[in-house]
């Protein structure tokens, strides 16, 4: 298994070689145990390594950026409701769709109305 991450990662090996060994300044994992064992120390690892992790994670997830399932609890709660209808209306103004602007304005203010009540 050694040898499928030393494949995966060879360029970075390369890398790696030719300079001074860089470490995680927070754990202290060296580039060259991220290369051999395909495993990072801590979060910080991924800010410190972000060069050789980076072009790693696109290629197999398809991108970096974490956008994963929001609790069921959380997506349906009033508050993000209302963020979800703010940015609606904005996006109605800047396509000049004042009438839907207005529909999701009154949309927000019922809903502002009825979190007073409870």
């Known amino acids: 298994m050694s ?7 060879l360029p970075e090996i390369r890398a790696a070689q030719a300079r001074r ?7 202290g994992t060296s580039e060259e ?9 801590c979060a910080e690892c991924y800010r410190e390594f972000a060069n050789i992790l980076t ?3 696109r290629r197999i ?13 959380v997506a349906e709660s009033p508050a993000r409701r209302r963020a979800a209808l ?13 009438e839907r602007a207005a529909e999701i304005r ?11 009540h409870e």
Not at 33 to 41: D, F, L, N, P
Not at 61 to 73: D, E, L, M
Not at 106 to 116: F, Q, R, Y
């Open 3 to 9: 040898m499928f991450f030393e494949d995966f990662f």
């Open 21 to 27: 060994e860089h470490v995680c300044k927070f754990c």
């Open 33 to 41: 145990e991220i290369i051999k064992t395909g495993r990072v120390g």
């Open 55 to 57: 072009p790693h994670i």
């Open 61 to 73: 997830h398809g991108n970096a950026t974490h956008v994963g399932r929001v609790p069921a609890k």
């Open 86 to 98: 703010e940015k609606a209306m904005q996006d109605a103004i800047a396509a000049q769709e004042f």
């Open 106 to 116: 009154d949309e927000l203010k019922s809903i502002e109305g009825g979190e007073k």
